[in-house]
Every structure is written in C-alpha cells, then in structure tokens.
C-alpha cells in the first residue's frame, strides 16, 4: 500500500520560519514531479510549490523569495521551507506525489498538515 504523509505544521508568529515534510513509502518504484498545495476554507486548493526529478523548482508568486522546495537524499522525501510567515498563509498543506507503483505512475495525496500564522 502506497502512502504520503506531510508532517512539521504547527503554530508560528508572522515572521516565524517551519519546514514541511512529504514521505512516500510503499511499493515505490519511482518518484515525479511533487507539489506543495494549500487550501484554506471556502477557497480552492492551490499549487504553493513544485519540484521535478531533475530539481527543477516552481513556486507561486505568493511565496516565492519566502519558501524553498527541495528533495531529501532519498528520493520519497520532499520538503518545503517556509520562511517569513505571514497570516495569509494559513492553510492546510497538502503534498501530492507523481509515483510509480509496480508498472504505473499514479498521483498520491496526503492528509494534509496545518500551518497557522498568528500572534
């Protein structure tokens, strides 16, 4: 069975710095591109950040300068670097990986982990 876990949300003052993590485990066979989304209530899921299996990174104009996408030494982990925090980026945290299970490249999500920006 295949799974993606995001862990490190929490709560952080404006200003504060956390690091998300994204792991793959599972019958995995090979990992894709990976994204960072986010999603508040009553608004859509949105992509935060991206990374490619050659390092290629993208991130949305919110957060670029702020936060840092990057792979592990091994391959099923992703992480993303929040620095700078602000209110607005308050959200759910949802990683979603492009994966190979056996023959068949397939997207996983997680559960999502809470990121709350307050003072």
């Known amino acids: 069975q295949v799974q993606v876990v995001e862990s490190g949300g929490g709560l952080v003052q404006p200003g504060g710095s956390l690091r998300l993590s994204c792991e793959a485990s599972g019958s995995i066979s090979g990992v894709g591109i990976v994204g960072w989304y986010r999603q508040s209530p009553g608004i859509p899921r949105d992509l935060v950040a991206r990374i490619t299996e050659a390092g290629e990174t993208t991130y949305a104009d919110s957060v670029r300068g702020r936060f840092a996408i990057s792979r592990g030494s091994a391959d099923n982990t992703v992480y993303l670097q929040m620095s700078d925090l602000k209110p607005e980026d308050t959200a759910t945290y949802y990683c979603?990986?492009?994966?190979?299970?056996?023959?068949?490249?397939?997207?996983?999500w997680g559960q999502g982990t809470q990121v709350t920006v307050s003072s």
């Open positions: 979603a990986a492009n994966l190979r299970v056996v023959k068949s490249w397939g997207n996983y």
